[in-house]
């Protein structure tokens, strides 16, 4: 037999918009399933499962120069490992989110947002149990979902064909998982308490293309993200 991995996907997603002089929101619905076997490697068969209901709103003050932004976001979900090699993992999470930016200029931008994510375990890493270029990899049944709230703040600046953008992010995270070697040698996962990660990204480009007139676009572009 075919060494072979199958996934069969299926999702859905409905949305609402209410627009009204300062002020947008939008509720919806998001489903996501998808089934996969592996003839090869374990776990054979899992089953992902995702429903989530969210609600964002917007506006916009002061002649439109500050942005008000604001949502949560419900998720039920679960991953289930068959044929009797894991059992069912299922939680769910509350992610709030909101930000605000105020365009001091018609070139110049400034910004300030914060967000909470989580993150199930996959199922390889609940139960895999598989040898790939001489390692064995081996699942952890008791990962817990690891969960962050991320802080982030920059500029946008944009002028004719010029674009820059500078922004500095935090990251707390709970329960994060990482792998690791075990002591015989083994390949496995592990929620790692607490941790926290920040940076700077930055991107720069120029869109040569619009600056001679061309009827196509040339744009270079940098980005680079640093992390002390």
Same mark, same amino acid.
């Given at each position: 037999i075919a060494e072979k991995l199958t996934v069969d996907f299926k999702g859905t997603q409905a949305q609402f918009t209410f627009h009204h002089d300062f002020l947008l929101l939008t509720a919806g619905f998001d489903w996501v399933n998808y089934e996969s076997e592996d003839n090869k490697?374990?776990?054979?068969?899992? $089953?992902?499962?995702?429903?989530?209901?969210? /609600? /964002?709103?917007?506006t916009k003050l002061l002649n439109e120069r500050?942005?008000?932004?604001?949502?949560?976001?419900?998720?039920?979900? *679960?991953? $289930?490992?068959? &044929? %009797? $090699? #894991? #059992?069912? $993992?299922?939680?769910?999470?509350?992610?709030?989110?909101?930000?605000?930016?105020?365009?001091i200029t018609d070139y110049? *931008?400034?910004?300030?947002?914060? #967000?909470?994510?989580? %993150?199930?375990?996959?199922?390889?890493?609940? &139960?895999s149990d598989m040898m790939m270029f001489y390692t064995h990899y081996v699942g952890n049944p008791d990962l817990n979902p690891e969960k962050s709230d991320t802080y982030e703040g920059g500029l946008d600046f944009s002028l004719n064909s010029f674009n820059l953008s500078l922004t500095y992010f935090h990251t707390d995270f709970d329960d994060k998982i990482e792998s690791y070697t075990k002591p015989n040698g083994d390949y496995s996962y592990r929620n790692l308490g607490e941790a926290e990660i920040e940076g700077i990204e930055g991107s720069l480009s120029f869109d040569i293309g619009s600056l001679l007139s061309w009827d196509y676009q040339v744009k270079p572009y940098v980005t680079v993200t640093y992390l002390p």
């Open positions: 490697y374990s776990p054979k068969k899992t $089953e992902y499962n995702d429903s989530a209901g969210f /609600l /964002l709103a917007k500050l942005i008000l932004s604001g949502g949560v976001r419900y998720d039920d979900y *679960k991953v $289930e490992v068959k &044929a %009797r $090699e #894991g #059992g069912t $993992e299922r939680d769910d999470y509350t992610c709030p989110r909101a930000g605000i930016a105020y365009i110049l *931008k400034v910004r300030a947002n914060y #967000g909470r994510a989580f %993150r199930m375990p996959t199922a390889k890493q609940l &139960a």
